[in-house]
């Protein structure tokens, strides 16, 4: 059955763009909220996922383009594969910057790897119907994906508990630049999904699926950055934890994120009809390392 209800908001899309950006980390911490590994921790989980997750989105959406047969969506799925591009190589520098202050994650990378690389990756099928399912799976975990990374933008770009506990401001502008640039988009992998398949029944399966997965990857993570923190003598975390600091502002709130859900499995949902464009678009206005990136070209 196809999601023929859901109704985008016209004046939420704009033209995509990717920004060549640059950051410098020798002055962040390890610790880069101050007092607070726990939330630095939850947070850092980003750099280890997303490198692998978004060169595997770039992957999928390279082989779905001659699929699309609308030149609107085809351009925002090409400003889409340039946003993620960069976003991939951003957090992968982050990467060396852990090393050097007694980190090392290639451990859990390398479990991520494999997740998207060989377990999500391309497999050996028949031309045709088989070939075609793997694709619109992937697809559809996509456009899953993208709706937390867009509910995590959302939410990092209204963080103003980060501000006031000192957070380093040079992470602040990697998470709000990246938080900004996943509302400008948040529409192109819902799209891209309706316009090559809809089906309500997939759309459903792979949330679960994708939830599933981000939900086991991140509590992997939380725990291998804590258990390897130099700085960190018997580290604990819980849910508990995590619900705490959410209803401080430091991370996400369990209930927003458990309300994210029906939001996403509503026949009658899009993600244009969620955060702000205008928001997004005035945050990259003011970002240090977006006006660095504008007048690199300019």
Do not use: C
Not at 113 to 136: H, Y
């Amino acid at each position: 059955m196809s999601n023929t209800q859901a109704r985008p908001v016209e004046s939420e899309r704009i033209p995509l763009k990717a920004r060549n950006v640059s950051f410098s980390w020798e002055d962040t911490p390890l610790h880069w909220v101050p007092g607070d590994p726990f939330s630095t921790h939850t947070i850092n989980v980003l750099h280890l996922l997303l490198p692998a997750g978004e060169r595997w989105f770039v992957h999928v959406y390279k082989q779905v383009l001659p699929l699309i047969r609308d030149d609107r969506l085809r351009e925002d799925v090409v400003g889409f594969i340039g946003q993620e591009a960069m976003h991939s190589q951003a957090h992968d520098e982050v990467l060396p910057h852990l090393r050097e202050q007694g980190l090392d994650p290639t451990p859990y990378t390398a479990q991520v790897d494999w997740f998207f690389e060989k377990l999500l990756g391309d497999r050996t099928l028949p031309p045709g119907r088989a070939r075609r399912w793997w694709l619109l799976e992937r697809v559809a975990l996509i456009a899953a994906i993208e709706h937390y990374t867009a509910f995590l933008g959302d939410w990092v770009l209204n963080a103003a508990e980060l501000d006031r506990r000192g957070a380093d401001p040079t992470m602040l502008d990697l998470l709000r630049w990246h938080g900004a640039e996943e509302v400008e988009h948040r529409s192109v992998a819902f799209d891209l999904f309706t316009h090559v398949d809809g089906s309500y029944r997939r759309r459903a399966r792979t949330w679960a699926t994708a939830f599933t997965a981000l939900v086991f990857l991140w509590q992997r993570g939380i725990r291998f950055f804590l258990e390897n923190d130099p700085t960190l003598v018997d580290p604990k975390a819980s849910l508990k934890d995590f619900y705490v600091r959410g209803r401080q502002g430091t991370l996400p709130a369990t209930g927003d994120m458990l309300k994210s859900i029906p939001r996403y499995l509503s026949r009658s949902y899009h993600p244009s009809q969620e955060g702000s464009t205008a928001q997004a678009v005035a945050y990259l206005a003011s970002s240090p390392v977006a006006l660095a990136a504008e007048r690199a070209v300019s």
